[in-house]
């Protein structure tokens, strides 16, 4: 129809792409509208994709459970201002890699918990407690969290931990010692759990 | 009902799925040069505005709208420059860079009254219906349409690169 006469417009400059998304996600901090920050990682678990609001880091999530899906996820249960922008996850992203790389037995980073809510939360904030090369039962968890008989609840909230590795709740184990369920999939649990164990 | 249902799409994907051909749009109005400011104050107000955009909102109509007010923008600040820049250098650049297009084309939609350079862009590069881009410019149906038909008409005749 055009016969061609715009053929000399690059459909997709990718160049030209990378430039300006990288002008809009630092226009988008600065005038403080960047709601949800993501950036994806490599580690020796698989990617990871790491997101974080003003506040902190809100959400970890394994390659294994969607990235589109926890994506969509976060811009239907915190906001649709979503943008690929590495800088804020760098001081995440530094602390994992000494975490795998064994220089880094716990995380100091501003958490943004609101994912979590009632009971869950109760369970996430006993997960920092369990040291490094340490683990609890579920029902250990339970009754540190307030309610002894949830240990079911405690297994829920742990599968739906919004900070897996960084809330440890692969150090959340069966009470006769296997490794039990994790969001990452059980071999990542067995992955870290012996990372931590031998270091 | 009104639509307004909370919007579950990362914004990350409209910037992937429609930030190439709204570049596109903004360099053929404005030049490479320009474009690329229009662009970057299109898609932040675009982000700030996004979680009230209606669910079954027409997502490139309504960044083409904000375009076409942001290019108003940019070319009246250019207006206002002491100077004049020159949009488009004598010789273009050939360094490979791929955002370096074709400056006769420039130079030829340049020349366009603006009515038809915009109709000509919102139809043909951005794909929109002539009742859209009539609303995007203020105008009847069959003045956009008349408005993109005599742009392509002189563009054919005007750059070198449209004839057969």
């Known amino acids: ?199 | 009902m009104a639509n307004r249902t909370a919007h579950v799409r990362p914004f990350e994907q409209v910037v992937a799925e429609y930030g190439p051909t709204v570049l596109r749009v903004c360099r053929a109005v404005l030049g490479s040069v320009d474009a690329e400011d229009a662009w970057s104050e299109t898609f932040l107000a675009a982000l700030k505005a996004y979680p009230d955009l209606p669910a079954d909102a027409n997502v490139e109509a309504w960044l083409v709208t904000i375009a076409h007010r942001k290019a108003i923008d940019v070319t009246r600040a250019a207006a206002r420059r002491p100077v004049a820049v020159a949009t488009v250098p004598e010789r273009p650049a050939r360094d490979g860079r791929p955002e370096d297009w074709d400056g006769d084309l420039w130079r030829a939609l340049g020349a366009l009254p603006t009515k038809q350079r915009t109709a000509v862009a919102y139809h043909y590069l951005a794909g929109l219906p002539y009742a859209e881009i009539a609303e995007i410019t203020g105008q009847t149906t069959d003045a956009a349409r008349r408005a993109a038909a005599d742009g392509m008409r002189t563009l054919r005749t005007t750059y070198p690169g449209g004839s057969p």
Do not use: W
């Not at chain 1, 002008?23 to 709601?35: C, I, N, S």
């Not at chain 1, 979590?116 to 369990?130: D, E, S, Y």
């Not at chain 1, 240990?151 to 006769?176: E, F, M, Q």
């Open chain 1, 1 to 199: 129809m055009t016969g061609g006469l715009f053929d000399a417009l690059p459909s997709v400059d990718e160049e030209a792409n990378i430039r300006l998304h990288a002008r809009l996600a630092a226009a988008a901090e600065r005038d403080g509208v960047l709601d949800v920050a993501y950036r994806t990682v490599d580690s020796p678990v698989g990617e990871l994709l790491l997101a974080a609001t003003g506040e902190g880091l809100v959400r970890v999530a394994y390659d294994t459970q969607g990235m589109d899906e926890v994506l969509a996820a976060l811009a239907a249960s915190v906001s649709p201002r979503i943008l690929r922008a590495p800088g804020r996850l760098d001081p995440v992203s530094r602390q994992l890699d000494e975490y795998f790389t064994g220089h880094r037995t716990t995380f100091d980073l501003p958490l943004d918990l609101r994912l979590a809510t009632g009971f869950r939360k109760a369970v996430l904030a006993h997960l920092p407690h369990i040291a490094y090369g340490r683990t609890e039962s579920y029902a250990e968890v339970a009754m540190a969290a307030g309610s002894p008989k949830a240990v079911r609840a405690v297994g829920t909230a742990c599968a739906r931990n919004p900070l897996p590795l960084v809330l440890p709740c692969h150090r959340v184990v069966k009470s006769d010692g296997s490794f039990g369920e994790y969001a990452g999939g059980a071999d990542v649990k067995r992955i870290l759990l012996t990372m931590e164990a031998s270091a």
